[in-house]
């Protein structure tokens, strides 16, 4: 199992920059990927980006250009980082990673409890 712990949220005023940070735990040499969702107010979870180790990264079309996403090199951590913030941002942030085990092949999906994002004046 991989438990990730995201940190970083709270209450941001529209400009400024936010990083979010993600902790994983566990089987983290399991994760092929790691990547970032979130949860806007009367809407469905959706991608923010993704990373997967040893390959390429991607961005949603609604947050390309405005989001950065990175991790640590031995898995232990993602981050999303946005320079002026605006208020269409306000959202549950999720981290997420998608490990890959075990004989027969296992494939599972890990999630974050979330942390909120809120921009506002």
């Known amino acids: 199992q991989v438990h990730l712990v995201e940190s970083g949220g709270g209450s941001v005023q529209p400009g400024e920059s936010l990083t979010l940070s993600c902790a994983a735990s566990?089987?983290?040499?399991?994760?092929?990927?790691m990547g970032w969702y979130r949860q806007s107010p009367g809407k469905e979870r959706e991608l923010v980006a993704q990373?997967?180790?040893?390959?390429?990264?991607f961005y949603s079309d609604s947050v390309r250009g405005r989001f950065t996403i990175s991790k640590a090199a031995d898995k232990s951590a993602v981050f999303l980082q946005r320079n002026n913030v605006k208020p269409e941002g306000t959202a549950v942030y999720f981290c997420?990673?998608?490990?890959?085990?075990?004989?027969?092949?296992?494939?599972?999906?890990?999630w974050g409890r979330g942390t909120q994002v809120t921009v506002s004046s």
């Open positions: 990373s997967r180790f040893g390959g390429s990264t």
């Open positions: 566990g089987n983290t040499f399991s994760i092929v990927v």
């Open positions: 997420h990673a998608k490990g890959i085990t075990g004989v027969p092949e296992q494939r599972s999906s890990y």
